[in-house]
Nanobody, 127 residues
Framework: QVQLVESGGRLVQAGDSLRLSCEASGHTFSSYVMGWFRQNPGKEREFVAAISWSGDRTFYANSVKGRFTISRDNAKNTVYLQMNSLKPEDMAVYYC????????????????????WGQGTQVTVSS
């Protein structure tokens, strides 16, 4: 089973940019769909972005479309989330997860489709 470690979260100001990384252990990383989700206390885990195993397909939540970019480097077993024009409402703990296959939009946006969650990385955006 793949293990994931997220990093890159920190305190930034509104309008700043930040890049999160999610490094996976194990040799099967390239076979997984990868997703980024975020969560605030007392709320459900919210979909942010997903990328297919080859990187040729991506899918974004409407709230981040045009500002965030998901990418992956299978040689480095790492998936990235480039976040630009950050807003206070982007503040959350960000998690990455794996999925076995690319599915419908509903499926990709559903946190129950993904597993092997990392410990998360905190992104704080001050206004």
């Amino acid at each position: 089973q793949v293990q994931l470690v997220e990093s890159g979260g920190r305190l930034v100001q509104a309008g700043d940019s930040l890049r999160l990384s999610c490094e996976a252990s194990g040799h099967t990383f390239s076979s997984y769909v990868m997703g980024w989700f975020r969560q605030n206390p007392g709320k459900e885990r919210e979909f942010v972005a997903a990328i297919s195993w080859s990187g040729d397909r991506t899918f974004y939540a409407n709230s981040v479309k045009g500002r965030f970019t998901i990418s992956r480097d299978n040689a480095k077993n790492t998936v990235y989330l480039q976040m630009n024009s950050l807003k206070p409402e982007d503040m959350a703990v960000y998690y990455c997860g794996t999925a076995r296959a690319w599915g419908s939009s509903w499926s990709m946006a559903n946190h129950q489709t993904f597993g092997s969650w990392g410990q998360g990385t905190q992104v704080t955006v001050s206004s």
